[in-house]
Nanobody, 125 residues
């Protein structure tokens, strides 16, 4: 059974940084895409940053240059380093994993079957 467990959310002032972590348990496929998404109540889920088993990455324009997705050497933890945070980054953040969809769908949440429970990030001005 695949489990994803996020941690690292919290409250920070605008311009600050946070690092989210996602522990990935029980994912046994050799190939994968894993990434970060966020959602604000009443809005659609937004794909932010995805990486795959060979280290390729894809970012949403809204976070490019500010957020960095990475993995530990064992590829059991997914990270999202968030710098230069803005109030509009306030959301529930989720990690997701699955076999890689087509490149054009990497940031589409519907392409992933495995999700964490989410961690809240609040950025104050």
């Amino acid at each position: 059974q695949v489990q994803l467990v996020e941690s690292g959310g919290g409250s920070v002032q605008a311009g600050g940084s946070l690092r989210l972590s996602c522990a990935i348990i029980g994912y046994s496929y050799m190939t994968y895409c894993m990434g970060w998404f966020r959602q604000v109540p009443g809005k659609e889920r937004e794909g932010l940053a995805v990486t795959n088993d060979d280290g390729s990455t894809r970012y949403a324009d809204s976070v490019k240059g500010r957020f960095t997705v990475s993995q530990n050497n064992a590829k059991s933890i997914l990270y999202l380093q968030m710098d230069s945070l803005k109030p509009e980054d306030t959301a529930m953040y989720y990690c997701a994993a699955d076999l890689c969809p087509a490149w054009s769908n990497w940031l589409r949440g519907g392409a992933y079957n495995y999700w964490g429970q989410g961690t809240q990030v609040t950025v104050s001005s």
